[in-house]
């Protein structure tokens, strides 16, 4: 009989253990490579060289491009710009955003396209809300991709 399809009440204290052992490293193993894998450098894009371009390489915090959270920001240029729960245009929206508000910015990914532009910001002023790029112009440099 296999550990997986036993019952749980009949199994061994040793075989307990090591299926918790196994669950522990397997977690322990996730969260050790999820934050390689999320900023991965690529956001997404297939042209590394673009991607490069777009990203920048300014120097930012340990001189690799990227910069704290918060590092970013941007002004706001539509009269009223809803900030919603993903880079979708029919997300649910969080907040509005006003013109003239300096916001800042975490990071950006590809999401709907509006008015021509691709690009999502994910934000970071008391909620965690995406904003399309399309209606917020960058102080300082572009942000880091997502």
């Known amino acids: 009989m296999s550990l ?3 019952p749980t009440t009949s199994r061994s204290p040793l ?3 090591l299926a918790t052992a196994l669950a522990a490293g397997a977690l322990a193993t996730a969260v050790a490579v999820t934050p390689a894998v999320a900023d991965d450098g690529r956001g997404g894009d297939t042209n590394l060289a673009a991607g490069a371009a777009a990203r920048g390489t300014d120097g930012g915090a ?4 990227r910069r704290e959270q918060g590092r970013y920001r ?4 539509a009269d009223r ?14 907040r509005y955003a006003r013109r003239g508000e300096v916001v800042s910015i975490y990071c950006k990914t590809p999401g709907d396209t509006v008015r021509g532009n ?11 809300a995406w904003g399309a790029a399309r209606y917020i112009d960058n102080i300082g440099p572009a942000p880091r991709w997502c």
């Open 4 to 6: 997986l399809s036993a």
């Open 15 to 17: 075989a307990r253990t």
């Open 62 to 65: 340990g001189g690799d491009g």
């Open 74 to 77: 941007g002004v706001v240029t």
């Open 81 to 94: 710009l809803a900030l919603r729960t993903s880079p979708t245009r029919g997300a649910d929206v969080v």
């Open 118 to 128: 691709p690009l999502w910001y994910l934000l970071t002023d008391g909620t965690w």
